[in-house]
Each structure stands twice: as structure tokens, then as C-alpha cells.
């Protein structure tokens, strides 16, 4: 499974330079305390709908790890009209350009209850991300830290609503709901946390809040000579970067402690060094926090005061468990509900069933698949060591789709760490 969605994009939107009658941000058309935005929430990744300069709506991931409003396609922005204002060649680390972006200024942003005025979006050429493959549902695009900056916002992932408050809301601590510093840098909210890990030295780690990862906890070894990977861990793929695939390793750290919040035998990735991992190492952070941590939480994000307050979820207390049968699933795009295996792990109970990467599954306990949810499939593969579980697969020979073989494989779920 995809536990990291990393976004390294170098590039500087200086908003000041297209000259505003206004302030850009978001705000409330009507003036109340406060509005509520619904979301679905796949993997407790936030999907809104937006739609930009009365287009037609669209899903857009909400996410704090990222500075800017993007799009994810030119041929999605060049169908709403959008204009660019310039273009921007992304550079990797080694001084070639891996991606071409454009800037397309002071757009309108329309969340129902919300608005976005003069909203910059960084387009990007191409999707290399590709998010439906591995949340299942399309998504074109992602709001950043413009949502967040000017009012206290909550996120209740229980009920899957956003409430928006109005900016001289919250000056007093809900009842139960506990303050934690935070520290706004570059556009980026980061906490500080203490990791106990399975061996090695306690970390007192600053942690970046990043609501639009799946991961629990990330942690960079190469920021860190203290951080040290546990005896038992899986290699894997954890991520899409600008410089192609992350790979690292999966394993659990005993405790993690967020201002008295102790979270136990936490999943925890281990991304390998990459050409970007200055970026990370100039930040000053030795790793983030994804949803599957701050999915068990309520939170409220509180930029203008430099905190955030949070309170025990109902998930809170729910084990963290990882995929157990060894196959990470993904979603054809922009197609029917079609379902392939991305990737198995060695010496997992699909490896050993001989379930092969790019089968396609046709079923699951004899339920076809256009019946499934990416993330319930996900769920089963999750839920219970020793269960069994029997997949369909179309096998394929080679690009000839016509010529396939279909097999029926069982397997036993086995936790792996």
C-alpha cells in the first residue's frame, strides 16, 4: 500500500507580484460563527469538492504538508479556461528538470459555504502522482495552507466534517480539548513529539502535520544518527516523489507522545535518502505525522495563534495494523471499477500463493470487484490474522489483453511486523 504521498516541489509563489486589490484567502460568504463542510474520507486522507471559477466541482485532497493550491493537469485547467501567468520548470536535485508547472492567478475557489478569493494554483504539466490508483477515487488537485491561515479550522474525522470558524472564534480552549504548540514555518505547521523507539534512544523529534500522507508516523533517517530501525521491518514502496518512486521500510516504534497523548506500537516509515532529502534536512524536522495518527484524533488547527488543540478520537484506541497479505492493490484511473496488484512482498502469503504484480483481481470471497471499495479491500487485507481470503486474478500474457488465464488463489492473512 502507498504510505507516503510526497510532494517536492521546488518552486517560490510570490503572490505580491501579481499585485491584489484584496487579501487572498479563504472566507465565509455568509458572516456566521462558523459553517461545516462535509468530506469523504478514504484512508482518512480529506476529499472536498471545489469547484474553480464556477467550473464544475471537483475533488481536491485538503492537505497542511503542502504551501500551495495545486492542479494536477494542464488539460483539466486549459478545459476550465484557466490563464498563466508563467512557467516553471521543477528542478531535481541533480540540476534537470523533471517537471514542468504553470501559475495560473487569482482564481476563485468555490467550497459551498467557503470561498477562495484570488487563489494562485500551480498546474502541474502532467499527474505523476496518479492519487486514484491508491485512494480509489479520482482526485485533481490539492488546497493547502491558504485554507488554514487566517481561521481556526476543525476536523472531525468521526463524523467527517470540516467547521470553519470565523477568525475571532476559539480565544478560549474547548472543554476537553488539549493545546499543543505549533510552529508555522514556510507555510508548514510542525509540533514537537517524543518517539520511544523499539531500540535506540528516546527521540525528541519535531514532526511536520501533514494531513495529506497515509502514513502514522514517518521518520528520515538521515536527519538523525538517533533514529534507528527496529529489528523487524518490511522494505517496501512507500510513495510517489518528483524524482519517481520511494522506497524504505516499514516497522513500529513502541510509543509515541504527543503532550501526554500516548499512541502504542505505532506503524512507522523509514523512507530510504533520496537526491530531495535536503529539503528535508534544511526544515530542521526529523519526520511527520500522516493520517493514520491524526485520524484517531479531533483536531483544531489554529495557525493564528500558533497552536493546535486536539481531542481522543473514537479510532484512538484502535491497534495500527498493516497489510497482511502482502499485496499492495491500486486503482486503474479514469476506468470502471478495475483493481490490479501493484506490488508483493516476498516471502508474504500472496508471494507464496504465487499471486503475481499486475494480476488483475476479478473477485474477492467470490464478490466481484466492482462491488469493492479500494479502501474496504484494504480493510480485509488488515483484519485478522489467519482469515482467509479467496481472490480471482486475470493473468494476463504480456500487452496481448486478449490472450489471459483467470486463477482462483487462497491465502491466510499473516502479520509480517
Known amino acids: 500500500m502507498l504510505l507516503r504521498i510526497v510532494i517536492l516541489l521546488f518552486f517560490c509563489l ?33 476529499i472536498i469538492t471545489v469547484s474553480i471559477n464556477d467550473n464544475y466541482p471537483v475533488n481536491f485532497l485538503v492537505d497542511t504538508g503542502v504551501r500551495a493550491n495545486i492542479l494536477f493537469s494542464k488539460n483539466l485547467g486549459d478545459a476550465m479556461g484557466l490563464e498563466y501567468s508563467r512557467q516553471l520548470n521543477l528542478v531535481g536535485a541533480d540540476g534537470t528538470a523533471s517537471l514542468v508547472a504553470f501559475v495560473s492567478a487569482t482564481n476563485h475557489l468555490d467550497l459551498g459555504p467557503i470561498e477562495g478569493l484570488f487563489q494562485n494554483l500551480l498546474v502541474l504539466e502532467k499527474d505523476f502522482l496518479e492519487l486514484e490508483t491508491v485512494i480509489g477515487v479520482p482526485v485533481y ?43 508555522i514555518e514556510n507555510h508548514k505547521p510542525y509540533i514537537s513529539a517524543k518517539v520511544r523507539q523499539q531500540s535506540g534512544p528516546v527521540l525528541d523529534a519535531k514532526l ?18 538517533q533514529i534507528t530501525l527496529p529489528e523487524l521491518f518490511i522494505e517496501t514502496e512507500l510513495g510517489q516523489s518528483l524524482g519517481g518512486e520511494l522506497f524504505g521500510f516499514v516497522g513500529r516504534v ?30 530542521g524536522r526529523q519526520g511527520s505525522l500522516g493520517s493514520e495518527v491524526l485520524g484517531r484524533m479531533k483536531l ?66 467470490k464478490i466481484p470487484i466492482f462491488i469493492w471499495e479500494l479502501s474496504d479491500i484494504i480493510k480485509l487485507f488488515r483484519s485478522e490474522e489467519g482469515k482467509e481470503i479467496e481472490i480471482e486474478v486475470r493473468r494476463y500474457d504480456g500487452m496481448d489483453l486478449e490472450k489471459y488465464e483467470d486463477l482462483i488463489f487462497r491465502i491466510n492473512l499473516k502479520k509480517q511486523i
Do not use: C
Open 208 to 225: 511536520l502535520i501533514d494531513t495529506g500522507a497515509n502514513h502514522g508516523l514517518l521518520l528520515n533517517k538521515e536527519t538523525s544518527d
Open 14 to 46: 510570490l503572490q505580491s507580484a501579481d499585485g491584489y486589490a484584496q487579501i487572498p484567502g479563504f472566507y465565509m460568504k455568509e458572516e456566521k460563527h462558523k459553517v461545516d463542510l462535509p468530506f469523504y474520507a478514504s484512508n482518512n486522507l480529506i
Open 254 to 283: 513502541k510509543d509515541l507522545n504527543i503532550s501526554g497523548f500516548h499512541l502504542q506500537n505505532v506503524l512507522t516509515s523509514y523512507p530510504e535518502e533520496t537526491p530531495f532529502s535536503f529539503v528535508i534536512e534544511e526544515s
Open 300 to 365: 483544531i488547527f489554529d495557525y493564528p495563534r500558533g497552536r493546535m488543540l486536539i481531542h481522543r478520537g473514537e479510532k484512538y484506541y484502535a491497534p495500527f495494523e498493516y497489510d497482511m497479505s502482502g499485496i499492495s492493490v491500486k486503482k486503474v484511473p479514469n476506468d470502471e471499477n478495475r483493481i490490479y496488484v501493484g506490488q508483493v512482498r516476498d516471502n508474504s502469503p500472496a508471494s507464496k500463493a504465487g499471486i503475481l504484480e499486475f494480476d488483475e483481481i476479478l473477485s474477492i470471497n
Open 141 to 183: 488537485g490539492i488546497i493547502g495552507y491558504e485554507f488554514f491561515k487566517n481561521n481556526p479550522v476543525k476536523v472531525d474525522y468521526d463524523k467527517g466534517i470540516i467547521s470553519f470558524y470565523e477568525p475571532d472564534a476559539m480565544k478560549w480552549r474547548p472543554l476537553f480539548y488539549k493545546k499543543i504548540p505549533i510552529a
